[in-house]
C-alpha cells in the first residue's frame, strides 16, 4: 500500500505562489494517478489537479487552470502541485491521494495523506 506525505503549505499573500509536495513510499508509486485535492472549512472536499501516471495527461479544475500545474517525477515518487497568483479563496487543507483510475472524483482515491494547510491573506 502507498503512503503518502504532503509538505509546502504555508500563509502567503494574495498573489503569491508556493509549490506543494506529496512524498510516497512504497515501488508501486508509479504505476498510479495522482490527485491533489482540497478542503476548506465547512465545504466538501473538491477536486484540484490530476496527473496521469506517466505525467500525462493532467486535469484541472476550472478554478485554478493557468494558475496551478502538477507534475511528477517518478524517481524521487513524488508529485507536486505549483501554485502561482493565489487568491484567498485557495485556503484550504490539500490533500494528495492514489487512485489506479483517471478521475477527478475524490470517491476513486485511495490512501489519502494527512493534509497540508494552505493559508492565502488578502
Known amino acids: 500500500q502507498v503512503q503518502l506525505v504532503e509538505s509546502g503549505g504555508g500563509l502567503v499573500q494574495a498573489g503569491g505562489s508556493l509549490r506543494l509536495s506529496c512524498a510516497a513510499s512504497?515501488?508501486?508509486?508509479?504505476?498510479?494517478?495522482v490527485g491533489w485535492f482540497r478542503q476548506a472549512p465547512g465545504k466538501e472536499r473538491e477536486f484540484v489537479a490530476a496527473v496521469s501516471w506517466n505525467g500525462r495527461p493532467t486535469r484541472y479544475v476550472d478554478s485554478v487552470q493557468g494558475r496551478f500545474t502538477i507534475s511528477r517525477d517518478n524517481a524521487k515518487n513524488t508529485v507536486y502541485l505549483q501554485m502561482n497568483s493565489l487568491k484567498p479563496e485557495d485556503t484550504a487543507v490539500y490533500y494528495c491521494?492514489?487512485?489506479?483510475?483517471?478521475?477527478?472524483?475524490?470517491?476513486?482515491?485511495?490512501?489519502w495523506g494527512q493534509g497540508t494547510q494552505v493559508t492565502v491573506s488578502s
Open positions: 491521494a492514489v487512485a489506479g483510475v483517471f478521475s477527478t472524483r475524490p470517491q476513486i482515491y485511495n490512501s
Open positions: 512504497g515501488r508501486t508509486f508509479s504505476t498510479y494517478h
